[in-house]
């Protein structure tokens, strides 16, 4: 559990540099941003999914800037309910509009 989340942070981790830092490349990496969040809230419980999500926001403010941070947030909470509604094998329907909600309520806050 322990290696894994570092191992899927690490991932995390680059895949933000990439897209921080690379111009074309950038774009396609923001689309898998998710999936460290997405695959780890999907094997573990809650507690231990939230704190993935934190220290993914503290590597993200020590190899990022600090506009990372929001990208981190939407990407990252986002991924959590996903994985969530998938350990709780809730139907597609129910999955697609709670991380719709998600991230549509992450933007919103994030433009404020």
Known sequence: ML???AMLAAIFAVLMLVFL???IIGGVSMLF???PFLIYGAKYPL???LLFFIVSIFVSLLFGTVTSIPITVI???T???IGYCIRLEKSKFI???AASATFLIDTVVGIL
């Open 47 to 49: 507690k231990y999914s």
């Open 21 to 23: 830092y690379v111009p």
């Open 3 to 5: 290696t894994e989340g």
């Open 95 to 97: 999955t697609y509009i």
């Open 33 to 35: 941003l998710i999936l």
């Open 75 to 77: 990407m990252g909470t």
């Open 79 to 81: 991924g959590l309910v």
